[in-house]
Structure formats: structure tokens, C-alpha cells
């Protein structure tokens, strides 16, 4: 069975006090792993595609990279409006997928100006 | 460009009545269709999805189901709602597998 862990549960941070996101996670065979922006009371917005080991994305403040068994999301000089509960999901590899999304517990972070 | 409507935003139900809330995707054909609950402080857990009109697949056995009526429309139901169906319930889709998802606002349902 699919599992993704992530840490912190809580992040409290400074403005301008860089930091990393982790994700865990347990596949059979990962078809990708995906990052997610989540603000209260609203449905997820869709910020990375991790495809395979090595891999690295960014956007804006933040960056995204992928080894074999875990996923990072670093966050350089955040600002108050980064302010949001961060999504990890994997999809796993295989015929029967249909694209089906395996969630981690997300990460709340608060950005104090 | 693709957007997906999910509607209402909030729905207070007794326990014990129906329950229906829909899901419509624009701008794209054919595409890959999911219901998904997130309870409050936790995860997403995937209830249905649907990978073309009529096919349904449920994830976890519960009181809801879901149906596919039109190639972008999505309708998660109930008969008789229970306490714990209340939740934050979001509609996405995809393209193919293997590409991201997006996702409609959500419906906060509250069940009294």
C-alpha cells in the first residue's frame, strides 16, 4: 500500500528565514510525485511534477527536488503570503493508476512578517 | 483554457436526507474525474473516480456513490446522510494518468 509522510506537521518561520519541506513516501513503482498549495477553505492548487530521481523544479521562492525515497520543498526568503498547508501526493506506476493522487497529512507553515 | 465548477460552496444537511453535489469540467474532453474528502487537519483520501461516461470506481466502501452522466460532469450522492459524511469534499480531474490534477473549491458539508 502507497504511503507519503509529511514533516514538519507545523512550520512556524520568520520573513525572510529560508526552510525545507519534507516528504516521504512508499511505492511500488512511482509514476510521479506532485506538490500542492493549499489555502483555508480552498481546494488545492497544483504547484510541481517530480518525475524521477535527480529531478528538480522551482517556481518563484520555491524548489522542489525528488530522490528515491523522499521529496523536498525548500522555500528561500519566504513572505507572509506564502502562508499555507503544503500538499505532497504520489501516483503510483502500473495500468490500474487512473491517475489516483495518495496523500501525506500536509505540512502547515506560517510565515511571520 | 480548462476550469472545473464544483457547487455549493457550503451545504448544512440534517442526518438522514439526500445528498447531491456536482462537478463540471471545461475546456477539455474525456477527462479523468475524482471525488475526493478531506476531514479537518488531515489528507485527501480519494472516494471515486471515473475514466470515461458510466464508469465509476469507488475507493472506499461508505454511504456515498457517484455517477457520470455527461462526459464533464461528475455527481457525488447519498440517500441518507450520516454524521460522519460531514467534510471538506473536492472534485478534480486530470488529463491522463500520470499528469497533475486540479481541483474545483470544494463543498463543506455539515451534517446535524
Known amino acids: 500500500e502507497d504511503q507519503v509522510t509529511q514533516s514538519p506537521e507545523a512550520l512556524r518561520l520568520q520573513e525572510g528565514e529560508s526552510s525545507s519541506l519534507n516528504c516521504s513516501y512508499t511505492?511500488?513503482?512511482?509514476?510521479?510525485l506532485f506538490w500542492y498549495r493549499q489555502d483555508p477553505g480552498k481546494g488545492p492548487e497544483f504547484l510541481f511534477t517530480?518525475?524521477?530521481a535527480g529531478e528538480e523544479k522551482e517556481k518563484e521562492r520555491l524548489k522542489a527536488t525528488l530522490t528515491k525515497k523522499e521529496s523536498f520543498l525548500h522555500i528561500t526568503a519566504p513572505k507572509p503570503e506564502d502562508s499555507a498547508t503544503y500538499l505532497c501526493?504520489?501516483?503510483?506506476?502500473?495500468?490500474?493508476?487512473?491517475?489516483?493522487?495518495?496523500f501525506g497529512q500536509g505540512t502547515i507553515l506560517t510565515v511571520h512578517p | 483554457s480548462q476550469t472545473i465548477h464544483q457547487w455549493p460552496a457550503t451545504l448544512v444537511q440534517p442526518v438522514g436526507s439526500p445528498l447531491s453535489l456536482e462537478c463540471t469540467v471545461e475546456?477539455?474532453?474525456?477527462?479523468?474525474l475524482y471525488w475526493y474528502r478531506q476531514a479537518a487537519g488531515r489528507g485527501l483520501q480519494l472516494l471515486f473516480y471515473?475514466?470515461?461516461?458510466?464508469?465509476i470506481s469507488s475507493e472506499v466502501p461508505q454511504n456515498l456513490s457517484a455517477s457520470r452522466p455527461q462526459d464533464r460532469q461528475f455527481i457525488l450522492s447519498s440517500k441518507k446522510l450520516l454524521l460522519s459524511d460531514s467534510g471538506f469534499y473536492l472534485c478534480?480531474?486530470?488529463?491522463?494518468?500520470?499528469?497533475?490534477?486540479?481541483f474545483g473549491q470544494g463543498t463543506r458539508l455539515t451534517v446535524v
Open positions: 478534480a480531474w486530470s488529463v491522463r494518468e500520470g499528469t497533475e490534477a486540479f
Open positions: 475546456g477539455t474532453s474525456n477527462p479523468n
Open positions: 471515473s475514466v470515461g461516461i458510466g464508469q
Open positions: 501526493a504520489v501516483q503510483e506506476s502500473g495500468g490500474t493508476s487512473y491517475g489516483k493522487l495518495t
Open positions: 517530480l518525475y524521477s
Open positions: 511505492v511500488s513503482g512511482l509514476r510521479g
